[in-house]
């Protein structure tokens, strides 16, 4: 009998009846089963985290800005990426429990949506006054509601596009979501010129305004939310669906049952990006110092890998998808993302190549490195082992941007690159680690998607054979045998004349029969 919430499912086909009621029937736009309402509700859903990623390289954007005009080094300037990941470093374990059990979507999305606002308007704030503290609260504010607001986000997603749809939309919201970080490097700098003429200085005056007017783009995913919220809860009406959850089980005594794989999983997750966000923080001063770069194109080649991540994700979500050999892509991403930063470190060569590769490299990891987490832990397990990744990911975020700053305070950008490189080179013998130590356990994480389906369908065979049964005899020789019996094949080795009762085989019943 089919499960009535998938019959009522938001997915229902598009030449369905519109939910029935008293008057005409709803116009497409407004039903919710119609896919045209939902590619509404979907444009709402990936611009609910365009303000979230659009705010949170705004020091990247304006880098040269906030080292002179609140008079930083290099490793205070990092602190205002490392306050956004310490919060998340707990959070990512409750961000789904929050949503799940407290919240509820709706009003989660809302709450989460009000942090990531709050956050950037105190750090503003501490600029336009000049208080470094107070930028460093907002960072932190921002930091809490930016993270489970992606939950949410993918919650959301869950609840209107089951099945096949489904990873046609998360790559949509991810590429939205690069779109922000793309717009926010290239037009960052223009607002504050723009704010500098209009103010006729420059100055953390003119830094806060130009952060301030950032944080509209915050506002305006927050009407998003309240949008989302306000149809989410019509199709509930309409349709009587319950709110979705994220099917996220988070059990912290899970951690002690992980494989071994999994940790490997772990270390290439921490060693990999760790050269990438915190770089990509750090490179609009490195293009203009090493490469004679402006301001504007500085910020242009910083934000290339953005830019290319938005359209190469779902291109390399689907060739993964199709191709399998999960670990052999992640070899490659690691191995380019290596030349790119050694091309940057060692050559003059000009950077949009680097950066170019790096941009393919991020995006192809990304699609690669996540989804084998689902092939090596049991499916109660993933809410723990995603949120266990996602948190040690922002501890060493968190730590490395504060070591990146320290270094390149005191050694500058050579020996920043080769900090990087080094942490690569880990990601790499952690690759061709989890590569040796997949072939040992049957090679399941680089299996292409055929042999999977083999796999899958080998194993439901297996657990659908009916038991059979065994017969006396067999019964009998898989009993341990007794001290008598030991001792009756002993004799019998020996040469020994047993009476016939006293079968070596059948120990036990004959040890029966002679007690009767």
């Given at each position: 009998m089919a499960d009535p919430e998938e019959t009522r499912s938001l997915l229902g086909?598009?030449?369905?009846?519109?939910p029935t009621g008293p008057g005409r029937p709803m116009s497409a736009i407004c039903d919710p089963n119609h896919v045209l309402h939902r590619v509404v509700v979907l444009i709402f859903m990936c611009f609910l985290g365009f303000g979230s990623y659009f705010c949170y390289d705004n020091p990247a954007s304006l880098q040269t800005q906030v080292l002179q005009d609140l008079d930083l080094n290099t490793a205070k300037f990092m602190q205002l990426y490392a306050w956004y990941s310490w919060p998340n470093v707990v959070l990512c374990f409750f961000g789904g429990f929050l949503i799940d059990r407290v919240f509820g979507i709706r009003l989660g999305t809302i709450i989460f949506s009000l942090f990531v606002c709050v956050g950037q308007v105190i750090f503003a704030t501490g600029a336009l006054v000049n208080h470094f503290w107070l930028m460093e609260v907002g960072r932190f504010v921002?930091?809490?509601?930016?993270?489970?607001?992606?939950?949410?986000?993918?919650?959301?997603?869950?609840?209107?596009?089951?099945?096949?749809e489904l990873n046609l939309v998360f790559g949509l919201q991810?590429?939205?979501?690069?779109?922000?970080?793309?717009?926010?490097?290239?037009?960052?700098?223009?607002?504050?010129?723009?704010?500098?003429?209009?103010?006729?200085?420059?100055?953390?005056?003119?830094?806060?305004?130009?952060?301030?007017?950032?944080a509209v783009t915050c506002?305006?995913?927050?009407?998003?939310?309240?949008?989302?919220?306000?149809?989410?809860?019509?199709?509930?009406?309409?349709?009587?669906?319950?709110?979705?959850?994220?099917?996220?089980?988070?059990?912290?005594?899970?951690v002690k049952d992980f494989p071994f794989p999994l940790w490997i999983i772990f270390v290439i997750c921490v060693s990999y990006y760790v050269a990438i966000f915190p770089f990509i923080g750090l490179g609009q001063v490195f293009f203009i110092e090493k490469f004679n770069f402006s301001p504007a194109e500085a910020r242009a080649v910083n934000s290339i890998v953005y830019i290319i991540s938005a359209p190469a994700s779902p291109i390399f979500g689907f060739m993964v998808d199709k191709t399998g050999r999960n670990v052999v892509w992640v070899l490659c991403a690691v191995m380019t993302t290596l030349c790119s930063h050694m091309i940057l470190a060692f050559t003059f060569w000009?950077?949009?190549?680097?950066m170019s590769l790096l941009g393919v490299s991020y995006s192809l990891l990304a699609c690669a490195l996540w989804p084998m987490v689902a092939f090596v832990v049991p499916e109660h397990q993933l809410g723990t082992a995603y949120g266990f990744m996602q948190?040690?990911?922002?501890?060493?975020l968190a730590l490395i941007a504060i070591a990146a700053g320290a270094i390149l305070d005191s050694r500058g950008y050579l020996v920043l690159e080769l900090f990087f490189c080094?942490?690569?080179?880990?990601?790499?013998?952690a690759v061709v680690t989890l590569y040796l130590v997949d072939y040992m356990r049957g090679g399941e994480l680089n299996k292409s998607p055929a042999a999977r389906d083999k796999t899958e369908v080998t194993s439901d065979a297996e657990a659908q054979k009916p038991a059979t049964k065994l017969t006396s005899g067999e019964l009998a020789r898989r009993t341990p045998?007794?001290?008598?019996?030991?001792?009756?094949r002993y004799l019998s080795r020996l040469g020994k004349q047993l009476p016939d009762h006293y079968c070596t085989h059948l120990s036990s019943l004959a040890h029966r029969s002679v007690l009767k």
């Open positions: 086909n598009e030449d369905e009846g519109s921002f930091g809490i509601g930016g993270e489970s607001l992606a939950v949410a986000q993918n919650t959301y997603a869950v609840n209107w596009f089951k099945g096949k991810l590429s939205m979501a690069r779109l922000g970080s793309t717009v926010n490097m290239n037009i960052m700098g223009w607002v504050y010129g723009q704010v500098a003429t209009a103010v006729g200085s420059t100055g953390h005056t003119t830094l806060g305004i130009s952060l301030m007017i950032a506002l305006f995913s927050l009407t998003c939310a309240l949008l989302l919220a306000f149809l989410d809860k019509r199709a509930e009406r309409l349709l009587e669906k319950q709110q979705s959850k994220t099917g996220d089980v988070i059990k912290l005594t899970d000009n950077p949009w190549i680097a948190s040690i990911q922002n501890l060493g080094a942490c690569l080179c880990i990601a790499l013998m045998m007794t001290a008598f019996g030991l001792r009756n």
